[in-house]
Every structure is written in C-alpha cells, then in structure tokens.
C-alpha cells in the first residue's frame, strides 16, 4: 500500500507540474517514461513508478524538494568559443540535475530512495551513446550555466535583452541559462522537450537575434546548427567544420551554387583544413574558411557595383584602404585585404619582380604610383583599348580578375566568387605569365576580357605602346606590367607608370649601362634600358 500511495502523490507532483506549466502533455506519454510501461528505448525491467526515477516523496535530497538522485561529480569539458562573450563554468542548478542522466558517469536506475539500483530492460545501465548521453565533454553543446544579463549586450548585438524573453524560456537562479531554459523535462508536445515550437528557429531567435537573410534556407538554425554533440565543437556546427557545413548545401548536387566543384580545381583558396574557428581579429592560421568571407546570417542575393561589398558576402569583417579593422567591409577589397593585406608572412609574388610587393592593400593604395582601379579609379587618363562598360575613371572589383573559370562572369553556368578555378592564380580567364609564350585571344583572355585585342584600338594596333612588336616576339604582358600596382613607397611617376614593374627572369640590366630602368617620356612615349630576349636596350626610345 505504501509504494502505491507513493506512485500517487508522485503522480500528482508531475502531472500538476506540466500542468502548472500551461502545456498539456503528461510524461507518461514522453521518453522520460522510464518505468516498464513506458514506450521509449530505455524502460525499466519491471519497475512500475514513473516518478522515481527522478523524485521520492520521502528521504529525498537537499538539492531539491523531492529530489532522488545522485548528482554527478565529474569534472567537465565545458564550451569555449572565441565568439562567445559569456565565460561557462563547470554546471550547476538544474543542468547538474539533467546531467544526473545524461553525462553518462550515473546508472538509470540509481536512485537515493532504493538500496539497489533499478534494473532496466534489455541490460541498459546507463543512456546510449548518441545525442541524449551527452558524456563529460561539453564543449560540442550550447553552452549552460552562465549568466545571461545585460552585461553581455554591449559586446554581442546578436543576443536580445533578457528581459524580454517570453515567459516559456525562464533562467535560473542568478539569471544563469540552464538546460531548462530550453527543455520542459515533463512536455515533450514539441519534440526534443523544448519549452515552445521551434518551428522557423522560434525557439533560437528568443534569445538570438541574427540579421536578415533572404536565403530562405540560412534563416533555418538547424540547417547549420545543431545544439548537442555538434562535430564542429565551437560554432555547433551540423559537419566538423565551417566550410563542411556550407558544402552540405553548396555541392555536386546544385550546379547553380555549386562551390564544391570550384574549391576542388587547380588554383583555390585553401580551405583543405577543417577550420573549427576562426579567429574574431582575423583570418585563422593561413587557412580559410567560408566565414572569413561571408556572413551566412546576413547573405542577399543580387549584385553590386564596384568597389561596393557584394549582397552575397553579407555583414562580413574587413581591413580598409588605411589598413584599420572594421566589423563591417563595405568595399569588396576590404574583404579581400584581411588576408591580402597587413600579413605577417604577406602573399609572395606570383612573379619574380623588381620590385617585389607582399601587400596587395598597398598596391592598390590611393597613393600608389600606378595601380588597376580597385580603391579608386586608375590615374591614366589615356586608355584607348577599353571596351565599352569601361573607362578611365572605372572602378572593378578584385573578382572581376579573380574567381571561377567557369562562372557566369566567365561566360559560364557556375556560381561567381572566387573560390576556385583551374587558371592560376585563382583567375576568370587565361594569362600566360611564362616567357616565349606565343599571342593570341586565349593566351591573354584575362586581359582581353576588358581591353579590345583588335582594331584601331587594340592592343595590337600600337595606339599607345609598340605592344604587337613585343607580343610578336613571344614576350609576355606580364614581362613588362605588374599586373596589381606599385607602392608609392617603392616606385616613382616616371619608372613605374603604366604598372611597369620587370619580371626579374624574363627582362635582366642593360649590358652597357648597367640599368634595368623604365622612363616616361610623356603621354605614349618613353625608353627603356634592359635586356631581353638576346636584344640590348641602352637607352630605347618609343613614341607614338
């Protein structure tokens, strides 16, 4: 009589604990049912109580009224992550109380009120392995036990004020965030005991609160996300990392968005390495991933003029002209010089030069003696080879050179952006840089993309330079033309206009002067003095 009067009043504590929560499913009918009559995977042998596996009505601890089991003792791995303001500690309150069970170090049916544990059917002692038994290490789960106050807001803008919450996602004592802030242990009317619908990331956007993405598949947390035993530890992340979680999506499967075929040609960004994350202050340890270019949080489809940031790489980090952090590039380029910018180690020239140049932001710099137009429009105010779309006080995006061979801005059908191509270094279209390579449209496809090859205004019509002479010869653009720019620190109006700047292995000193030397002369006219190709130049004077 006695265990049947204890089953009763323990009924009635839970019943009317759901109940009191406003929801109307009992545990009976949830896997927390871990008596012989419950319907999930792990019951008890013969044990007919529900409620004791968690409650007694009599001897029970001082944790909590009612309460009748052990608390774990093991120290925990606990979450850490660079984006993380908030500082976890091992868990306390009622997180410890769940993890009674789900850490695994405590059998099912050890309980306070009984001698000798409960037996559990199919020789069950512990929670299976997988997302319900946690284990100690707890730096693959949402973090727990911190306070979640105003004092985190002024360093996260994506957290929402706690005062604000609805009244299903409660905290703790002293404002700490709990395993029961996002799970009702009675009420599994949701799914996963959450204490509300999550549906369209409900649940996650009461306390996260993301900018706006049109792409309906990125306003989805659980699309990328997953909030226990994530692969990718630090960013909860559905693969091991962030560029695996982007390519379960960006794949062989979707040819219009397919990245996956990109990264896997010749010349890619390297993102070999499963970068777990990346670094607030810059890109992480040489490698790149997805994140350090876009935010998934915030992409928009549609396009933009240069030098304006693309929709598609959303609210994303960058390093501007001047080379000062920002939280927010508005210039493509800004983007690009967080890694091709202010390294350490720089990014060493593709081609040997003579003036050699590991910063691309200073190539490129407003005050750089001669440069394409990225940060600003070009200074040569004589271009008479340009297509139409383009002119002298033009502006382009670093991705109008670099990106995927096959993409639409290549006359492709693939996705833009440069995350691969099989022409080197990571380029649209072919450029030969090698000596004696002979002339023609797809030798020098990359340049001819925006300057006419032919006609009165071509390349080859020596409008502005004997350039048909040279190319004739097998000798390369690159010989002679760096292709990014030259520092104002490092070259001068009058040697290194026009983005001259000798590739070092091609072009070698003036056998008699000893200068290996450009001189402008004035608009289409100047002399070198160099040699090259078996031919000395000492000084050789061109005007048109």
């Given at each position: 009589?006695?265990?049947?009067h204890?089953?009763?009043?323990?009924?009635?504590?839970?019943?009317?604990?759901?109940?009191?929560?406003?929801?109307?499913?009992?545990?009976?009918?949830?896997?927390?049912?871990?008596?012989?009559?419950?319907?999930?995977?792990?019951?008890?042998?013969?044990?007919?109580?529900?409620?004791?596996?968690?409650?007694?009505?009599?001897?029970?601890?001082?944790?909590?009224?009612?309460?009748?089991?052990?608390?774990?003792?093991?120290?925990?791995?606990?979450?850490?992550?660079?984006?993380?303001?908030?500082?976890?500690?091992?868990?306390?309150?009622?997180?410890?109380?769940?993890?009674s069970?789900?850490?695994?170090?405590?059998?099912?049916?050890s309980?306070?009120?009984r001698?000798?544990?409960i037996?559990?059917?199919?020789?069950?002692?512990?929670?299976?392995?997988?997302?319900?038994?946690l284990?100690?290490?707890?730096?693959?789960?949402?973090?727990?036990?911190?306070?979640?106050?105003?004092?985190?807001?002024?360093?996260?803008p994506?957290?929402i004020?706690?005062?604000?919450?609805?009244?299903?996602?409660?905290?703790?004592?002293?404002?700490?965030?709990?395993?029961?802030?996002?799970?009702?242990?009675?009420?599994?009317?949701?799914?996963?005991?959450?204490?509300?619908?999550?549906?369209?990331?409900?649940?996650?956007?009461?306390?996260?609160?993301?900018?706006?993405?049109?792409?309906?598949?990125?306003?989805?947390?659980?699309?990328?996300?997953?909030?226990?035993?994530?692969?990718?530890?630090?960013?909860?992340?559905?693969?091991?990392?962030?560029?695996?979680?982007?390519?379960?999506?960006?794949?062989?499967?979707?040819?219009?968005?397919?990245?996956?075929?990109?990264?896997?040609?010749?010349?890619?960004?390297?993102?070999?390495?499963?970068?777990?994350?990346?670094?607030?202050?810059?890109?992480?340890?040489?490698?790149?991933?997805?994140?350090?270019?876009?935010?998934?949080?915030?992409?928009?489809?549609?396009?933009?003029?240069?030098?304006?940031?693309?929709?598609?790489?959303?609210?994303?980090?960058?390093?501007?002209?001047?080379?000062?952090?920002?939280?927010?590039?508005?210039?493509?380029?800004?983007?690009?010089?967080?890694?091709?910018?202010?390294?350490?180690?720089?990014?060493?020239?593709?081609?040997?030069?003579?003036?050699?140049?590991?910063?691309?932001?200073?190539?490129?710099?407003?005050?750089?003696?001669?440069?394409?137009?990225?940060?600003?429009?070009?200074?040569?105010?004589?271009?008479?080879?340009?297509?139409?779309?383009?002119?002298?006080?033009?502006?382009?995006?670093?991705?109008?050179?670099?990106?995927?061979?096959?993409?639409?801005l290549?006359?492709?059908?693939?996705?833009?952006?440069?995350?691969?191509?099989?022409?080197?270094?990571?380029?649209?279209?072919?450029?030969?840089?090698?000596?004696?390579?002979?002339?023609?449209?797809?030798?020098?496809a990359?340049?001819?993309?925006?300057?006419w090859?032919?006609?009165?205004?071509?390349?080859?019509?020596?409008?502005?330079?004997?350039?048909?002479s040279?190319?004739?010869?097998?000798?390369s653009?690159?010989?002679?033309?760096?292709?990014?720019?030259?520092?104002?620190?490092?070259?001068?109006?009058?040697?290194?206009?026009?983005?001259?700047?000798?590739?070092?292995?091609?072009?070698?000193?003036?056998?008699?002067?000893?200068f290996l030397?450009?001189?402008?002369?004035?608009?289409?006219?100047g002399?070198c003095?160099?040699s090259?190709?078996?031919?000395?130049?000492?000084?050789?004077?061109?005007?048109?």
């Amino acid at each position: 009589m006695k265990s049947i009067h204890q089953l009763g009043v323990l009924f009635v504590v839970c019943f009317s604990s759901a109940m009191a929560m406003g929801q109307g499913q009992s545990i009976l009918d949830t896997p927390h049912n871990l008596s012989a009559g419950g319907s999930g995977p792990v019951r008890a042998a013969t044990e007919a109580q529900v409620c004791i596996f968690c409650h007694t009505s009599h001897n029970a601890s001082l944790i909590q009224p009612l309460w009748n089991r052990y608390l774990p003792v093991s120290a925990y791995s606990v979450y850490t992550s660079s984006s993380l303001d908030a500082n976890p500690g091992q868990p306390t309150g009622s997180s410890k109380m769940c993890l009674s069970c789900h850490d695994g170090t405590i059998a099912v049916g050890s309980v306070i009120s009984r001698d000798q544990n409960i037996q559990m059917s199919a020789g069950i002692t512990t929670l299976p392995p997988g997302s319900s038994n946690l284990g100690t290490d707890l730096s693959d789960d949402h973090p727990i036990s911190f306070p979640y106050d105003t004092l985190l807001l002024p360093n996260n803008p994506h957290l929402i004020d706690p005062n604000l919450l609805p009244p299903e996602v409660k905290l703790d004592a002293n404002s700490e965030l709990q395993c029961t802030t996002c799970h009702d242990v009675h009420d599994n009317s949701f799914g996963d005991f959450l204490v509300m619908d999550n549906t369209d990331s409900a649940l996650c956007y009461t306390c996260h609160q993301m900018p706006i993405t049109s792409v309906a598949a990125h306003n989805e947390c659980s699309s990328c996300h997953q909030p226990h035993t994530s692969p990718s530890g630090p960013y909860l992340l559905t693969a091991d990392g962030i560029t695996a979680t982007c390519l379960t999506c960006h794949n062989f499967l979707l040819s219009e968005s397919n990245i996956q075929a990109d990264i896997q040609k010749f010349s890619t960004h390297n993102i070999t390495g499963s970068v777990l994350d990346t670094l607030s202050s810059g890109p992480s340890g040489g490698q790149v991933s997805c994140t350090d270019c876009h935010d998934p949080h915030s992409m928009m489809p549609g396009t933009a003029e240069a030098p304006v940031i693309h929709p598609s790489l959303g609210q994303v980090s960058g390093i501007n002209a001047s080379g000062a952090w920002i939280t927010k590039a508005s210039a493509e380029y800004e983007v690009c010089f967080k890694c091709h910018g202010d390294q350490p180690a720089g990014i060493p020239p593709y081609v040997s030069r003579q003036i050699t140049q590991s910063n691309t932001r200073l190539e490129f710099a407003s005050s750089a003696v001669s440069s394409h137009p990225i940060v600003g429009p070009g200074y040569n105010s004589n271009v008479p080879s340009l297509k139409p779309g383009w002119t002298e006080s033009s502006v382009m995006h670093c991705s109008d050179c670099h990106g995927s061979d096959t993409s639409k801005l290549a006359g492709g059908s693939g996705p833009n952006g440069v995350h691969g191509s099989n022409e080197e270094p990571l380029l649209i279209a072919r450029y030969e840089t090698a000596d004696n390579t002979p002339e023609s449209a797809l030798a020098y496809a990359l340049c001819y993309t925006c300057h006419w090859r032919d006609g009165n205004d071509g390349i080859l019509s020596d409008r502005s330079f004997p350039h048909s002479s040279h190319l004739k010869q097998n000798i390369s653009c690159a010989a002679c033309h760096d292709s990014h720019g030259i520092s104002s620190s490092q070259g001068n109006l009058i040697n290194n206009s026009h983005l001259i700047n000798f590739d070092t292995s091609i072009v070698f000193p003036d056998q008699i002067t000893g200068f290996l030397k450009y001189e402008s002369l004035g608009i289409f006219s100047g002399q070198c003095y160099m040699s090259c190709h078996g031919e000395n130049h000492s000084a050789k004077e061109y005007a048109q």
